[in-house]
């Protein structure tokens, strides 16, 4: 008579059908934290404000430039979600890049972390610089295209006599 145990087999492909969903995951997950640690430094803040929960957050809406009472705001339901989407785009936009850049941060996360994170992306301040993707220098002769130039003074007219 065998003394086999069914429950064994069950045991065993449960162990690893965790391990081979486990372990990617956590290799994923230490990349993506590695990643925001690198972000938070490249921004003047402490690399290890990333791994404190809330404070991490808070840290996050002083690189985009917002108050620190949103952190209510990631707490409504719903409203969180707005919000995270915006704390982000804000983020690419403290790194220079444009809104292709933030569907990538929603979307691909563990993709685009750590690009931003490992890239030579340089933090340009909160929400980046008003201009666009590169900063505006006045000495090479920038004109505002909503501001009309000035108009010339017109001469006096010569007295009549």
């Known amino acids: 008579m065998n003394n086999y145990d069914p429950s064994a087999g069950v045991f065993a492909s449960f162990a690893a059908l965790f391990a081979v969903l486990f372990i990617p995951l956590l290799i994923i997950s230490v990349v993506l934290v590695i990643a925001n640690w690198k972000i938070y430094e490249k921004a003047g803040k402490p690399g290890w404000a990333a791994i404190i929960p809330i404070y991490n957050i808070i840290v996050l809406l002083e690189i985009v430039g917002k108050p620190v009472w949103w952190i209510i705001l990631f707490l409504v339901p719903c409203v969180n979600i707005i919000f995270a989407i915006w704390t982000i785009n804000l983020l690419s936009k403290s790194f220079g ?20 994170g490992f890239g030579n992306y340089k933090y340009m301040g909160p929400a980046g610089i008003p201009g666009g993707m590169s900063p505006i220098d006045p000495s090479i002769g920038y004109k505002d295209p909503f501001i009309p130039p000035p108009t010339p003074p017109t001469p006096p007219a010569p007295p009549q006599v």
Not at 98 to 114: A, D, H, K
């Open 97 to 116: 890049q444009s809104e292709g850049f933030t569907v990538g941060l929603v979307f691909l996360p563990y993709i685009f972390y750590p690009i931003l």
